[in-house]
């Protein structure tokens, strides 16, 4: 997606040789048109997929869901972190490892925001090793729901999360790719790559 590789040009910074920071337009600052126009996306990579709920996971996650959601008129729910498992029977939960920070979170959602048979699109901001998105769609698996496809603004096509998902069976559709940084500068993969 052109306008979205631009603004990563423009306004990402690379942190190091795996991390990019988009604090800018979508991890701390947020550009409202911007999530409007990837909502619009993901809603024609999705159409067609009768898809009934939105998850995501807290807090990046949640304005792209949001304008996503408005797209396809359904709800969004968001996982919730927590540092430590306490195993509530209200609550469907997994652990998620986070690559950035280098820590578990125990990842929650209420049952009743999460009831089966519903067809569940998972979106996140970024796919790097597959682990919130994995962690996502157990959640969604112990709701008895279904994963109609995983949704990713940013891509780092140098990680092996797309390959798991890919090899889990699920659509994964990515909005930037980008194959290395190198020298501080951002290379994209092409969408056939
Ligand atoms: P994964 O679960 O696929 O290993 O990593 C994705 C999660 O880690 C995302 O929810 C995102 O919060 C965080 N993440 C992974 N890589 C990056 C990155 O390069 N930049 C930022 N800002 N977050 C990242």
């Known amino acids: ?20 920071k988009v604090d800018a337009f979508l991890n701390h600052q947020i550009d409202p ?9 993901f809603s024609q990579r999705f159409a067609g997929k009768n898809v009934t709920k939105i998850l995501t996971i807290e807090s990046s996650g949640i304005a792209v869901a949001l304008t996503t959601a408005l797209f396809f008129h359904v709800p969004v729910v968001f996982a919730r972190k927590q540092k430590s498992s306490i195993m509530n029977e209200n609550s469907y939960s997994t652990q998620v490892f986070s690559f950035t920070k280098n820590t578990t979170n125990n990842v929650s959602v209420l049952k009743k925001f999460l009831p089966p048979n519903e067809n569940i699109l998972i979106l996140d901001d970024f ?24 949704g990713i603004v ?3 096509s140098f990680q092996p999360g797309r390959r798991r998902l890919l090899e889990a069976g699920y659509q994964v559709e990515a909005l930037a790719r980008i194959k290395a940084f190198e020298n501080g500068r951002i290379l994209f993969a092409d969408d056939n790559e």
């Open 1 to 20: 997606m052109l306008l979205l590789k631009e603004k990563i040009i423009n306004e990402g910074v690379v942190v190091n040789n795996s991390i990019l």
């Open 33 to 41: 048109e911007l999530m409007m126009e990837l909502g619009r996306e």
């Open 127 to 150: 796919l790097a090793n597959g682990e919130a998105a994995m962690g996502l769609a157990e959640l969604v698996r112990q709701a008895g729901s279904r994963v109609v496809g995983i």
């Open 154 to 156: 940013i891509e780092k």
